[in-house]
């Protein structure tokens, strides 16, 4: 089946450093990619959707110059926090389609702490 | 904001016993709805879909109900097992937009 990989599983840093965070499906083209944020016991929050080539879709609320996305390849999609903060620490998830053809695949998370 | 006193909806049910999960989706032009598990560290996994031109599809110990009069959507797990556990999200999707759109979630706890 469809696998999606995401880098690094979990990531401790100081307060003020960037971390980036690599998306890659391993055995498909993906033409779109999401970022998801997820806080304890609460559900997924779609930060952006990224489409390769193209500038990334972010959601309403979602700082775009804070959370950089970037889709350079059909394989590889990455979100850096930038100049992170103890309150972006969270879990992050990415998913991984080929446009039109659901269901979503995800990632197993990176899970960041800021200190 | 988090709102004091809200948790994540809980069910426990016992080992063998069979599990109901259920959820309310907003938006009546959702056209494709997928429950997902997602286990304490992981991404959601994939777990059974439906389409709405559907009202009940059955996979592997699993069975997805579909009401599209009242928009709520149901999993019903048989014959549950201690690797049932996990929090299950219903979502929904317009296809001719391709967001995924996350329910609340509920975290199912089975009891040996």
């Known amino acids: 089946g469809a696998v999606v990989s995401q880098h690094p599983s979990r990531v401790i840093c100081k307060s003020g450093t960037s971390v980036k965070i690599e998306c890659r499906s391993l055995?498909?083209?993906?033409?779109?990619m999401f970022w998801y944020r997820q806080f304890p016991k609460k559900s997924l929050m779609l930060m952006a959707t990224?489409?390769?080539?193209?500038?990334?879709?972010?959601e309403q609320g979602v700082e775009k110059d804070k959370f950089l996305i970037n889709h350079a390849s059909l394989t590889l999609s990455t979100l850096t926090v930038t100049s992170a903060h103890p309150e972006d620490s969270s879990f992050y998830i990415c998913?991984?389609?080929?446009?039109?053809?659901?269901?979503?695949?995800f990632g197993d998370g990176t899970r960041l702490s800021i200190l | 904001g988090e709102s004091v006193g809200l948790h994540l909806p809980t069910l426990s049910v016992q080992e063998g016993d069979n599990s109901i999960i259920n959820c309310a989706y907003s938006?009546?032009?959702?056209?494709?709805f997928i429950w997902y598990k997602q286990e304490s560290g992981k991404g959601p996994q994939f777990i059974i879909d439906?389409?709405?031109?559907?009202d009940k599809r059955q996979g592997q110990r699993v069975t997805v109900l579909l009401n599209k009069t009242v928009k709520h959507l149901s999993l019903q797990i048989a014959a549950t097992q201690p690797g049932d556990s996990a929090v299950y999200f219903c979502?929904?999707?317009?296809?001719?937009?391709?967001?995924?759109?996350f329910g609340p979630g509920t975290s199912l706890s089975v009891i040996p």
């Open positions: 998913s991984a389609i080929r446009t039109g053809h659901q269901p979503q695949h």
């Open positions: 055995d498909f083209q993906a033409t779109t």
């Open positions: 990224s489409n390769e080539g193209s500038k990334a879709t972010y």
């Open positions: 938006n009546s032009a959702s056209d494709y």
């Open positions: 439906i389409r709405s031109n559907m």
């Open positions: 979502a929904e999707i317009r296809t001719s937009y391709d967001k995924v759109i």
